[in-house]
């Protein structure tokens, strides 16, 4: 999986904290995804991003959920007063992009939140 | 609404056989479809697509059959080896004849254990 770089690895909040995961494309890659796996579960889109640009957000939580891929830097995935819920293993994909071709989705490795 | 669907959650195999793992879709809008292996505490990692122009895409050892009409895609690994042991899953997207802003984000099925025993 190297290329599409998350962190922390591991990040624990108490209920009610903030936890903000990192994601950094691979190189030449100006398309990102997020997608959560719930313990025992496949992988669920959340959000597609663009630089500076949300393409698709119809897998984000209405609520205490946010995405940005700003022009400069990692594209960051928000979580507002967390709850226990939101435990679960977090992954960022890239893609060159390209609406016109199938390019596959890269995988970083990441991050797996736990809510005390 | 699971739209793609992995009814097998584990698969027991033998060193140097043949495995099949099989995946089912319901949106008939799908066009392009992958398989990802994955390693406990790891990302997914690519393995093999197929656009829904082929019905058969090979590499090495892997090779996906896609059959439009059944909605149906199979992952072969020939010969199998321990390392492969892994979950597999399969995803599917609309991809390039999509419209709006469906396009790219990936449908994964609930994975599929893989076991290749020496």
């Known amino acids: 999986n190297a290329g599409v770089m998350q962190n922390p690895r591991h990040l624990v909040r108490r209920r009610g904290q903030e936890a903000r995961l990192r994601c950094s494309p691979m190189?030449?890659?100006?398309?990102v995804y997020w997608y959560r796996q719930l313990p025992e579960e496949g992988l669920k889109f959340m959000v597609y991003l663009q630089k500076e640009n949300i393409i698709d957000e119809s897998g984000m939580p209405k609520e205490r959920f946010s995405a940005e891929f700003p022009k400069e830097g990692p594209s960051i995935l928000r979580i507002q007063q967390v709850v226990r819920g939101d435990s679960a293993a977090y992954f960022c994909a890239s893609s060159p992009g390209g609406r016109y071709s199938n390019q596959p989705q890269h995988f970083g490795d990441g991050t797996r939140l736990s809510i005390l | 609404d699971q739209q793609v669907k992995q009814n097998s959650p584990s698969l027991s195999v033998q060193e140097g056989r043949i495995s099949i793992l099989n995946c089912d879709y319901t949106?008939?809008?799908?066009?392009?479809f992958l398989w990802y292996k994955k390693y406990p505490a790891e990302g997914p990692t690519f393995l093999i697509s197929i656009s829904s122009i082929k019905d058969k895409n090979e590499d090495g050892r892997f090779t996906v059959f896609l059959n439009k009409s059944a909605k149906h895609l199979s992952l072969h690994i020939v010969p199998s080896q321990p390392g492969d042991s892994a979950v597999y899953f399969c995803a599917a997207s609309m991809g390039a004849n999509a419209g709006g802003t469906s396009y790219g984000k990936l449908t994964f099925g609930q994975g599929t254990i893989l076991t290749v025993h020496p």
């Open positions: 949106n008939s809008m799908f066009d392009y």
């Open positions: 190189k030449g890659h100006s398309h």
